[in-house]
């Protein structure tokens, strides 16, 4: 048994904390805390104390989460209706065509209200909002946490939960007026942050070094081209562009080698380990204290504080000990990508190392050099399962770039901090950026030629849940079989994994060749109509909304089109004829169906099964009622509260079914 695993006194809590926060998650109500408290005293009182630690832990978490939940929105600002809002910009986004702003609204209709946080989708256009500025805007808010469309659709639940976001609107760029500034921390760390990327930008980085350096030195993404950021990730290397601990760890060697003239005094030891502490966290509160950022930082000074007080600190305690401080600070961060990546990165180089490096650690150069590959691959293993589940693809090439980016990051980042305190443009800061220019394309060279392999990668992974299960209990019983070897570990371990790929192969998803999916919460009503391989979408937009609603889009369907391998994607608002699947003017033919979706006025008669009404149709009601001869009335939720209960009353011999 290995000592460095056998003695982790805050893994009971941990695991009791997750399930607590799970069982809120998945809908539990209060008597389950209290009976898991109840149980969780009774035992620790009985001396049971691993599972008594653990149930209640379990309330803990339960507790924690309902506390933590949003309050949901002022009554009335998700009835439908189309009301003007005020409040406070705390994060902005950038992305093709599209802009999208985190609002803390304060006021409805000019009244003062309980403060609450708003997703706002804008289109590209006008001028640009910033953190601290005070907005005020017309919108037709909808709740955030909205049911899937289809089945491999990314749920926000847990983003909108993890940022205290209750609801969300779409809004014309235009339609944003700022009327402030509210200065905070917060935006003055954005004011900080905005100059070193003026610095950068005027440094002759180019495009993709800019992408790069930022991303790295002050976790700023937006400006990251796509085709490298698909370039690192197919070639295992998109760590680098989100902080983690590898970019904690460059800190700490930075500041451990401008500290090293107090090594001469060792009475100052203290000091200088007090003060690589200050400058980890002066790190990770200047980019933003990300997740996978404050993870690393609670490890580091657990590690150090150890040192402290004369007791080395367990790994794997300290990553315990790290994730239930952010889960007591922030429930819903279970959720999140990058710390679920961090966390099981981690895990896997703890339970996977000595395994991978059988070299002597006396024979120290040797050791070192096996350890960059160690390290590794036992990361990617403890990322298999998050990775699949979040980006749908496993480099299978990752060893080489990895211990390529091993040896570069240092550097790479070194330079990005030095570019970020020179002073803009001058002849120093021009001759560090052409370095970097350099170092950035030595490794999207060899990304690129690593990506050409037939054997680079393997995409469009979709397991399911079922599948991502079974795919932890894999990496967990391999990891039992070669952490406490044995006859019977080896036969357990064999008989899960054997077990987990038989449930993922039965349970794994199957599509139709004909499949029709309608968006319902998206800046307008859309219909997905798949033949085959070939997609049409159909949204219900006005000509000028097109591009904003193809951006949006193109993102949003990723894993739709991965999952059911469309080769072809059509995005149009005109007619189209696509096997059983046809539009012609206001009508479409699905199937044996016609569903009529109309989009002006006419005097034309109508005969339907279905009519889908949208915002997009100004018709009056009574002549729509006189007009349209159908089935069933399906009424958008992007409609406001007065316009559909207009059409219920004009449509009031007819089924009615909102979409």
Known sequence: MRPSLAHIPALQPLVGWIAGILLWWWGAMAVVAIVSALAGVALLIAKRHAIGFIFSAIACGWLVAEIASPAPAPAGCCAGYELNYSGRVTRMRTAAETYTYIIYVDSVQGQPCTPFATQVFSSAGGRTHHSGERLQFAALLQAAVQPRDFDVQPSMAAYCYEHS???????????????????????????????????????????????????????????????????????????????????????????????????????????????????MWAFAVFVGLPWSVVRSAIMLSVFVVGLLIGRPANGGNSLCVALLVILAVNPFALFSAGLQLSACAVAGILLFYKVLNPV???????????????????????????????FHSLPLLFLPANVLIAILMPVLMSLGLLLAVLPAGCGAAMQVGSVENWLVEVCDGFARWMGQWPCASVDGIYLGTVGVIALIAIVLAIAWAVNWPGKRAFIVAASVVAVAVTMALLFRPQYPRDEV??????????LLMRHNDSLVVAPACRPDQLQFVAARLERDLDAYTGSRRVAVTTITIGDFDLGPYHRHGEMFTIGGATVAMPARTDTVQVRCNYLLLTPLTRERPDRMAERFHCDTVLLAPTLTLRRANALRHAFAATPTLPL
């Open 165 to 279: 976001i209750v609801a969300q609107a779409f809004v014309d760029g235009e339609g944003l007026h700022c009327v402030g500034f509210e200065p905070s921390w917060r935006t003055r760390l954005d004011g900080y942050r905005e100059a070193v990327l003026h610095r950068l930008a005027h440094c002759g980085l180019s495009d993709d070094s800019f992408g790069v350096v930022a991303a790295m030195v002050v976790a700023y993404t937006d400006e990251l081209p796509g085709d490298v950021r698909e370039v690192f990730q197919a070639a295992g290397i998109a760590h680098v562009l989100a902080l983690s601990g590898f970019h904690v760890g460059v800190i700490v060697l930075i500041v451990n080698l401008l500290l090293w003239p107090l090594r001469l005094w060792p009475r100052l030891r203290r000091l200088r380990l007090l003060l690589m502490i200050a400058a």
């Open 360 to 390: 002597n650690p006396r024979r120290r150069r040797l050791y070192r050099a096996m350890g960059i590959v160690a390290v590794s691959v036992a990361a990617v293993v403890g990322t298999l399962a998050p990775t699949v589940a979040h």
């Open 517 to 526: 999916v309608t968006l319902r919460h998206h800046p307008c009503v859309t």
